[in-house]
């Protein structure tokens, strides 16, 4: 799948969950609910990473692991398109700038 893939894909998604929110709670999440909903995916992630690295009891822990980076990729995707960032093109610039900042730091 390509990026614009999993764009379309998560905008649809969240289509369907403005559709639900408004039937049943008067109206789409807002950027302020979309984050605090990623915040809470994330909370999710560290604690299956910690069940990963034996700290907490867990079943299922790479299956959970997998959906819950999933949903973290979703809701960054959601934001990123809420917010009219065109990620794509943003993550290639950062990528590139990290990346000579490394090779720099390496080279001392």
């Known amino acids: ?29 807002n950027g302020d609910k979309l984050m605090a909903g990623f915040v809470g995916d994330v909370g999710d992630l560290s604690k299956i990473i910690m069940a990963k690295s034996g700290y907490r009891a867990m079943d299922d822990i790479d299956e959970k692991l997998k959906h819950e980076l999933s949903d973290c990729l979703w809701s960054i995707l959601v934001l990123a398109s809420y917010y009219n960032i065109d990620l794509e093109s943003q993550f ?15 080279v001392k």
């Open 92 to 106: 290639v610039k950062s990528m590139n700038s990290l990346e000579a900042r490394v090779e720099t730091e390496l």
């Open 1 to 29: 799948m390509t990026y614009q893939e999993l764009l379309d894909t998560a905008v649809r998604v969240r289509g369907k969950y403005n559709q639900l929110n408004t039937r049943d709670h008067g109206g789409a999440w």
